[in-house]
């Protein structure tokens, strides 16, 4: 089915390790994006991509990098763990405005 | 900075009760807004949408919303609720007329229909 693949959909990380979330859209979308969602707060932007190797950051892009090599893909890399980081995250991707597309989400866990 | 404000964090109703969700925002400029729900255990679904032109919209499963400019608003209704609408609701706002499809959200309604 057409849509927005998430891997893993758990993790449990160790304070300092690096780890990269991933994910894959088969619907030729231009634009995808990473937020994180947390208890009161909503849905925070990370990094977007408006296309193959164009990235940008958004709300809170601190502790993460991304790239756009693909269409395809957009992998979320954490550099070095910490607890903070400890959320819900959902990637995303668009060919019109506003009419987005979730991915599953990945639930990470930082001890 | 743009932000958008949802200030019912938690709203519990009888079903049959009608419901309406408040949401403001803070740009100036041109603006599309989104009203997004999520079920338990799901991802986010597009629930309904305003560009342009009539400022009642109406979305999937009775929903609507009004966008007041005036008022920087875009309020979310429902004239009776029924115990699926059980989820979290999340305005949101994209600013500068389409220039980028980034999103901003707001932090969330979760709304609980009692049956």
């Known amino acids: 089915n057409a849509g927005v693949t998430q891997t893993p959909k758990f993790q449990v990380l160790k304070t300092g390790q690096s780890m990269t979330l991933q994910c894959a859209q088969d619907?030729?979308?231009?634009?995808m994006s990473w937020y994180r969602q947390d208890p009161g707060m909503g849905l925070r932007l990370i990094h977007y991509?408006?296309?193959?190797?164009?990235?940008d950051q958004g709300e809170v892009p601190n502790g993460y990098n991304v790239s756009r090599s693909t269409t395809e893909d957009f992998p979320l890399r954490l550099l070095s763990a910490a607890p903070s980081q400890t959320s819900v995250y959902f990637c995303?991707?668009?060919?019109?405005?506003?009419?987005?597309?979730f991915g599953s989400g990945t639930r990470l866990t930082v001890v | 900075a743009q932000s958008v404000s949802q200030h019912n964090h938690h709203v519990i109703l009888s079903e049959a009760a009608s419901l309406e969700l408040g949401c403001n925002y803070s740009?100036?400029?041109?603006?599309?807004l989104f009203w997004y729900v999520q079920y338990p255990g799901q991802h986010l679904q597009l629930l309904l949408k305003?560009?342009?032109?009539?400022?009642l919209v109406k979305g999937i499963k009775g929903f609507e919303a009004e966008f007041i400019k005036s008022k920087f608003s875009f309020n979310l209704r429902k004239p009776s609720v029924q115990w699926s609408d059980t989820a979290e609701y999340f305005c949101?706002?994209?600013?500068?007329?389409?220039?980028?499809?980034?999103?901003?959200f707001g932090t969330g309604t979760l709304l609980a229909v009692q049956p």
């Open positions: 740009y100036g400029g041109t603006v599309n």
């Open positions: 949101a706002v994209n600013v500068g007329g389409g220039a980028t499809n980034k999103l901003i």
């Open positions: 995303a991707s668009s060919y019109s405005m506003g009419r987005y597309t």
């Open positions: 991509s408006v296309g193959a190797g164009i990235t």
């Open positions: 619907m030729n979308h231009e634009y």
């Open positions: 305003y560009f342009s032109g009539d400022p």
